[in-house]
């Protein structure tokens, strides 16, 4: 089954920009993934889904900040324009006909 | 927009069964080819998908908890509901209904303690 792997933290300065990584495992290159937001003490938000080619789709509401692109295994998540309520931990997941699986997630501070 | 809220017991005993239910709103559960899916996360720490149901009635489960689990689903109320046996303390967290990986329930807390 695929594994997803996440920087466990990462830090940014408000006004400015960040880009998250979600590494897929060896021959899961081609998944289409999910970016999630969860602030602290809520339920997590769906971002996006983001494919291999780079194409994405967000889910409602989401600002125009956040963008999904991909380079082989990787998939990211940029957020520009940083703003406090950015302060959050990004979870990536992926599926497939027999499972569903999260990445360990990336606990973002907006400094 | 489809809504989840999740409902059940807050509290169960070890050894005993856990069992929560997720209703949804605003749209039907055996409309589109969805899938729905339970997730649970222990307190400060990440994600752990339990398993999913799709409108078809099929199911997967995590290998790691597929033993215990058993996920089902009631199209005349409109809901679908997790078991999770033999819980042990290990098993005390939020537990989230959701549906695909877009929209997710509010989550609820269960602990499990004597």
């Known amino acids: 089954q695929p594994v997803l792997t996440q920087s466990s933290s990462a830090s940014a300065s408000l006004g400015s920009s960040v880009k998250l990584t979600c590494t897929l495992s060896?021959?899961?290159?081609?998944?289409?993934i999910a970016w999630h937001q969860q602030q602290p003490g809520k339920a997590p938000r769906y971002l996006m889904k983001?494919?291999?080619?780079?194409?994405?789709n967000k889910g409602s509401g989401v600002p125009d900040r956040f963008s999904g692109s991909s380079s082989g295994a990787d998939r990211y998540l940029t957020i520009s324009n940083l703003q406090s309520e950015d302060e959050a931990d990004y979870y990536c997941?992926?599926?497939?006909?027999?499972?569903?699986?999260f990445g360990g997630g990336t606990k973002l501070t907006v400094l | 927009q489809v809504q989840l809220q999740e409902s059940g017991p807050g509290l169960v005993k070890p050894s005993q069964t856990l069992s929560l239910t997720c209703t949804v709103s605003?749209?039907?559960?055996?409309?589109?080819?969805?899938?729905w899916s339970w997730i649970r996360q222990p307190a400060g720490k990440g994600l752990e998908w339990i398993g999913r149901?799709?409108?078809?009635?099929?199911?997967n489960y995590n290998p790691s908890l597929k033993s215990r689990v058993t996920i089902s689903v009631d199209t005349s109320k409109n809901q679908f509901s997790l078991k999770l046996s033999s819980v042990t303390a290990a098993d005390t967290a939020v537990y989230y209904c959701?549906?695909?990986?877009?929209?997710w329930g509010q989550g609820t807390l269960v602990t499990v303690s004597s």
């Open positions: 060896s021959g899961h290159s081609s998944y289409i």
């Open positions: 997941e992926t599926w497939d006909s027999n499972t569903q699986v």
């Open positions: 959701a549906r695909m990986s877009s929209n």
């Open positions: 605003g749209g039907s559960i055996s409309s589109g080819s969805y899938y």
């Open positions: 149901i799709y409108t078809s009635g099929s199911t």
């Open positions: 983001l494919e291999g080619s780079g194409s994405y």
